[in-house]
């Protein structure tokens, strides 16, 4: 059964996509899978099956990147133009919220929030508390 709670009988992979959408003709330009199922991969299973619980936004950038964090701990970037992946980081934890891109002193950076889970707990009841953080990827130098 997936995380969805769908009988993996029932459907088959990719559980999530990434859609580019011509937005001239409403036509698909292209359409990924967003990443690997963790459980799939750590079974032996095949890779690209759309990583479960992957909702989180883009950031498209004017050089024609798209930026996405996906639910498997990989941050990965996209050709605007064909949805091939161009590059993958690793991070730890997950990934909620939108990733930002901004410039400094030339250099271009994409930063995403990334949080490893805890407990859940407020601070000083006990529990353990998530840990969140900043990563920020430095684009390659024009």
Do not use: C
């Not at 133009?81 to 991070?91: E, I, N, Q």
């Not at 410039?103 to 407020?122: D, L």
Request: net charge neutral; glycine share 20%; hydrophobic share 35%.
């Amino acid at each position: 059964m997936s995380d969805y709670g769908v009988l993996a009988s029932w459907t088959k992979p990719p559980y999530t996509t990434i859609t580019a959408y011509d937005l001239n003709t409403g036509d698909i330009k292209w359409q990924v899978p967003n990443g690997d199922h963790a459980p799939t991969i750590a079974a032996g299973g095949p890779s690209n099956t759309g990583g479960l619980g992957a909702r989180n936004g883009l950031v498209i950038t004017k050089g024609g990147l798209v930026f996405q964090a996906g639910g498997d701990g990989k941050f990965r970037a996209y050709d605007e133009d064909t949805g091939k992946v161009l590059w993958a980081g690793t991070f730890t934890g997950n990934a909620p919220g939108v990733p930002v891109s901004y410039e400094s002193k030339g250099r271009q950076f994409v930063v995403m929030i990334a949080s490893q889970g805890g407990g859940g707990g407020a601070p000083g009841d006990g529990e353990a508390t998530p840990a969140s953080g900043m990563v920020a990827f430095a684009l390659p130098k024009p």
